[in-house]
């Protein structure tokens, strides 16, 4: 945010993981070594943090937090397995409220046992079944969290319908809706997604809805 490095991806060293440079390529720096993906980094509004998701600890991408220099790697969510959905569920695209306190990302959190009550929710994604999973399937939406990991709040497709039926039409159960990619607004009053509301999740547009902290 203050012009001064970018944060990026590469697998330049054998495995993905994020790196820093100045805005003209000088200034290389390689954040973090671990050997599993890193990827999606994205900076504080103060350029003091960076949140990123990573494939350590459980396979799964959760989110993590870390210094600019890549010390002090915290990890903020952890969502499975569980007795009920015997997967880990994967946490990604973090992005940093316009104060810093808060962090919204996509996150596969809701289990669901049959595949029209999936469809009938909050999904980002086209249904996953797993034959072995005594859930059925699982479906992505968004959530917002302290930077700390506290006071967790999820964000479902019902909820942006409640608030924003001209624009995020009512649908039948058999009709898809699929959210995800969210981003806070610069002043933190809107959040800015991506979605389909076409029934197939193929018809992708983006979408702007209200914010105030409670949602």
């Known amino acids: 945010p203050d012009g001064q490095w970018i944060a990026f991806v590469s697998n330049q060293d054998?495995?993905?993981?994020?790196?820093?440079?100045?805005?003209?390529?000088?200034?290389?720096?390689?954040?973090?070594?671990?050997?599993?993906?890193?990827?999606?980094?994205?900076?504080?509004?103060?350029?003091?943090?960076?949140?990123?998701?990573?494939?350590?600890?459980?396979?799964?991408?959760?989110?993590?937090?870390?210094?600019?220099?890549?010390?002090?790697?915290?990890?903020?969510?952890?969502?499975?397995?569980?007795?009920?959905?015997?997967?880990?569920?994967?946490?990604r695209h973090p992005h940093f409220s316009h104060d810093g306190t808060k962090i919204i990302y996509s996150s596969k959190y809701e289990c669901v046992k049959t595949e029209a009550r999936t469809v009938a929710s909050q999904c980002s994604v086209p249904v996953e079944i797993i034959p072995e999973n005594p859930c059925g399937a699982n479906c992505e939406g968004m959530r917002v969290m302290d930077i700390d990991g506290d006071n967790l709040i999820s964000i479902t497709s019902d909820d942006l319908t409640n608030a924003n039926a001209a624009v995020w039409p009512t649908r039948a159960d058999t009709e898809a809706r699929y959210v995800g990619h969210p981003s806070f607004s610069p002043d933190g009053t809107k959040i800015v997604f991506s979605g389909a509301v076409d029934g197939q999740g193929r018809n992708w547009e983006v979408y702007v809805a209200d914010w105030d902290g409670s949602t």
Do not use: C
């Open 14 to 91: 054998g495995t993905q993981d994020i790196y820093r440079s100045r805005p003209d390529g000088t200034g290389l720096a390689r954040l973090t070594a671990d050997a599993a993906e890193d990827s999606k980094p994205t900076w504080s509004p103060t350029s003091a943090q960076i949140a990123f998701a990573s494939r350590r600890n459980d396979a799964a991408r959760q989110v993590f937090r870390m210094d600019p220099n890549g010390g002090n790697v915290v990890q903020l969510t952890s969502n499975g397995p569980t007795l009920d959905f015997p997967h880990v569920i994967p946490d």
